[in-house]
């Protein structure tokens, strides 16, 4: 069966320093994978998906950049955080194909301080 | 960014009550996901609809793809304590590999 992970779970930095979340899909071969945050008490905010590997399509203008080195590996970086980017980020993934079911991991807690 | 109107934004329920919510969208979609998210975790997946006027039950969940393709609608039956959260819908159009979100629905069941 498919598995999704995300880590790490929780994460508190300093404004200014650089960040990696890192998410891995197991059991599927080519997935579309993606990256969601959201603020508290509101809805998810599609940030970067990719189709490929290499391929990143950006949503929003900001401070965040992904990348995907591997099949089934997605990472998302800043080089220097803003108080702005504190939030719960999740990773998700579908199987190809245009459209179908999206799945979620675990999400990861990022506070700057 | 671009996010689908959902509706109610929140409710407080009697334990064994019927829950409905809905979401709207402007545009057509060929694909509705309803998720469950639970505090500090990642959203699951509830039930997914892939064609109008689909009826698709999950247990004592049950949800239907608008016929005019831009909305679709979530009933709980029987509510329990364990049914609290937040439930989100999604939409998908043809050509695209993007989903978007619904500002969710936060349930909260009286015992």
């Known amino acids: 069966s498919q598995t999704i992970h995300q880590w790490p779970a929780t994460l508190v930095q300093p404004v200014g320093s650089p960040l990696s979340l890192e998410c891995t899909v197991e059991?599927?071969?080519?997935?579309?994978l993606y990256w969601y945050r959201q603020a508290a008490g509101r809805g998810l905010q599609l940030l970067f998906y990719s189709v490929g590997i290499g391929q990143i399509s950006s949503e929003v203008p900001q401070n965040l950049s992904a990348s995907r080195p591997q099949d089934r590996q997605f990472i998302l970086s800043s080089k220097k955080l803003l108080l702005s980017d504190s939030g719960f980020y999740l990773c998700?993934?579908?199987?190809?194909?245009?459209?179908?079911?999206?799945?979620f991991g675990e999400g990861s807690r990022l506070t700057v301080l | 960014g671009q996010q689908l109107n959902q509706s109610p934004q929140s409710m407080f329920i009697q334990e064994g009550e019927d829950v409905s919510m809905n979401c709207t969208s402007s545009?057509?979609?060929?694909?509705w996901l309803w998720y469950k998210q639970d505090p500090g975790e990642g959203p699951v997946l509830l039930i997914a609809l892939y064609k109008a006027g689909e009826l698709t039950s999950n247990g004592r969940l049950t949800a239907q793809f608008g016929i005019t393709r831009k909305d679709s609608f979530l009933n709980i039956s029987a509510s329990i304590p364990s049914d609290v959260g937040i439930y989100f819908c999604a939409g998908s159009g043809s050509g695209t590999y993007k989903y978007i979100f619904g500002t969710g629905t936060r349930l909260k069941v009286l015992a």
């Open positions: 998700a993934w579908s199987g190809g194909a245009n459209t179908g079911e999206l799945f």
């Open positions: 545009s057509i979609f060929n694909t």
């Open positions: 059991g599927t071969s080519n997935p579309n």
